[in-house]
C-alpha cells in the first residue's frame, strides 16, 4: 500500500519559514517526478511545485518562485518543500503528491498518489 506522509505544517508569522516534509512508501519513488499542491478553504487545490524523478529539474507556480524550492533525496524517499518569506496568501493545506511518470507536470491529473495534507498558516 502506498503512503505518503507529510510534515512540518504549522503556524508562522509573515516572513518567516517553514520547510514541509514527505515520505514515501513507494518502491518507484526513484522513478516518479514528486509534486507538492495546496488548497485554500473554498478554492481548489492549486499546484505549488515539483521536482522530476532525479532532482535535474524543477518547476514553480509564479506566486511561490523565488521563495520556495524542492528537493529530493532518493536514497530516503524523501521530498522536501522549503518555505521561505512566507505571506498570508500561503495559508493552505499543503499536498504532497506522486506523480505518474518521470516527468514533472503542473496538472493534478498527472499524479497517482497523495498525502494526507498538512496545514500551513501565516498570520499577518
Known amino acids: 500500500q502506498v503512503q505518503l506522509v507529510e510534515s512540518g505544517g504549522g503556524l508562522v508569522q509573515a516572513g518567516g519559514s517553514l520547510r514541509l516534509s514527505c515520505a514515501a512508501s513507494?518502491?518507484?519513488?526513484?522513478?516518479?517526478?514528486m509534486g507538492w499542491f495546496r488548497q485554500a478553504p473554498g478554492k481548489e487545490r492549486e499546484f505549488v511545485a515539483a521536482?522530476?524523478?532525479?532532482?535535474?529539474?524543477?518547476i514553480y507556480a509564479d506566486s511561490v518562485k523565488g521563495r520556495f524550492a524542492i528537493s529530493r533525496d532518493n536514497a530516503k524517499n524523501t521530498v522536501s518543500l522549503q518555505m521561505n518569506s512566507l505571506k498570508p496568501e500561503d495559508t493552505a493545506v499543503y499536498y504532497c503528491?506522486?506523480?505518474?511518470?518521470?516527468?514533472?507536470?503542473?496538472?493534478?491529473?498527472?499524479?497517482?498518489?497523495w498525502g494526507q495534507g498538512t496545514q500551513v498558516t501565516v498570520s499577518s
Open positions: 503528491a506522486a506523480g505518474r511518470g518521470y516527468r514533472i507536470s503542473t496538472f493534478v491529473e498527472r499524479y497517482d498518489y
Open positions: 513507494l518502491r518507484t519513488f526513484s522513478n516518479v517526478a
Open positions: 521536482i522530476n524523478w532525479n532532482g535535474g529539474d524543477t
